[in-house]
């Protein structure tokens, strides 16, 4: 099983949303060990509600951050937030109806932690010098 870790490449210049990147890299790990090892639906169901609204408190408080700083990827930030609700909704019935299937699996680790470190290191990043630029 593939895990990610944090690490200072994905720094955002916001010490509250890098400690929030690091939170939802452990509970996406915690979720991805959870299916992978079989644990009981109802962990798993309890991981899934845990992450998913983590992920959207989370990004609220990114994009509040983005339009503080005038940050120029801010829109881009949101459209790509909006995806991921998107694609977490779509796994979280697809588990809600067959449970944790290998299939299902492969395509949580693919897809959301690959768009997660991607995400943090392409766009979040870029509000690192917007931040830094309007620190008093």
Same mark, same amino acid.
């Given at each position: !099983?593939?895990?990610?870790?944090?690490?200072?490449?994905?720094?955002?210049? @916001?010490?509250? #949303?890098?400690?929030?990147?690091?939170?939802?890299?452990?509970?996406?790990?915690?979720?991805?060990?959870? !299916?992978?090892? /079989?644990?009981?639906?109802?962990?798993?169901?309890?991981?899934?509600?845990?992450?998913?609204?983590? $992920?959207? !408190? =989370?990004? /609220?408080?990114?994009?509040?951050?983005?339009?503080?700083?005038?940050?120029? @990827? +801010? $829109?881009?930030? +949101?459209? &790509? =937030?909006?995806?991921?609700?998107?694609?977490?909704?779509?796994?979280?019935?697809?588990?809600?109806?067959?449970?944790?299937? &290998?299939?299902?699996?492969?395509?949580?680790?693919?897809? %959301? !932690?690959?768009? %997660?470190?991607?995400?943090?290191? /392409?766009?979040?990043?870029? #509000? &690192?010098?917007? +931040?830094?630029?309007? &620190?008093?």
């Amino acid at each position: !099983m593939q895990t990610i870790s944090w690490d200072p490449s994905m720094t955002t210049g @916001v010490e509250s #949303l890098d400690n929030q990147h690091k939170q939802l890299i452990t509970w996406l790990n915690d979720l991805l060990s959870a !299916m992978s090892f /079989g644990r009981g639906r109802n962990e798993v169901a309890g991981l899934l509600d845990k992450l998913g609204g983590y $992920a959207v !408190m =989370h990004f /609220g408080n990114e994009e509040e951050c983005m339009t503080k700083y005038n940050c120029p @990827v +801010a $829109a881009k930030n +949101a459209a &790509a =937030h909006l995806d991921f609700v998107a694609t977490f909704t779509t796994f979280r019935e697809e588990f809600d109806r067959t449970g944790a299937t &290998a299939h299902l699996v492969v395509r949580v680790e693919g897809e %959301l !932690m690959r768009w %997660l470190t991607s995400h943090i290191r /392409g766009i979040d990043t870029q #509000l &690192a010098p917007c +931040a830094k630029g309007n &620190a008093s």
